[in-house]
């Protein structure tokens, strides 16, 4: 059974950070791209970042570069989403997601590539 469990969100206020975890189990985690994406209130499901299997690559939308940092370990089968400058605007949930793929250097941004979704985990940013 495959679970991609996520933790770390919370209440932060405008300027703080946070760091998301997604423990993921039932799969061979090195053969997997990585995403995270959110959902806001009223707002769409939207990509934040991606990585490669190899790590060799990183992807971030254009509204969290510089902020956000995504990182893997394979090891624990686990990967994570640095959020710092936090703004309330990226108030949401946050998920992760696992995409199956023979390509160690590449991730994909869209949702609909990915085969294995989190539960998602809460993030409030007050002002």
């Known amino acids: 059974q495959v679970q991609l469990v996520e933790s770390g969100g919370g209440l932060v206020q405008a300027g703080g950070s946070l760091r998301l975890s997604c423990a993921a189990s039932g799969i061979l985690f090195s053969r997997y791209g990585m995403g995270w994406f959110r959902q806001g209130p009223g707002k769409e499901r939207e990509f934040v970042a991606a990585i490669s299997r190899n790590s060799g690559s990183t992807y971030y939308a254009d509204s969290v570069k510089g902020r956000f940092t995504i990182s893997r370990d394979n090891a624990k089968n686990t990967v994570y989403l640095q959020m710092n400058s936090l703004k309330p605007e990226d108030t949401a949930v946050y998920y992760c997601?696992?995409?199956?793929?023979?390509?160690?250097?590449?991730?994909?941004?869209?949702?609909?590539?990915?085969?294995?979704w989190g539960q998602g985990t809460q993030v409030t940013v007050s002002s």
């Open positions: 997601a696992a995409d199956y793929r023979g390509n160690l250097y590449s991730a994909v941004v869209a949702p609909n590539e990915y085969d294995y």
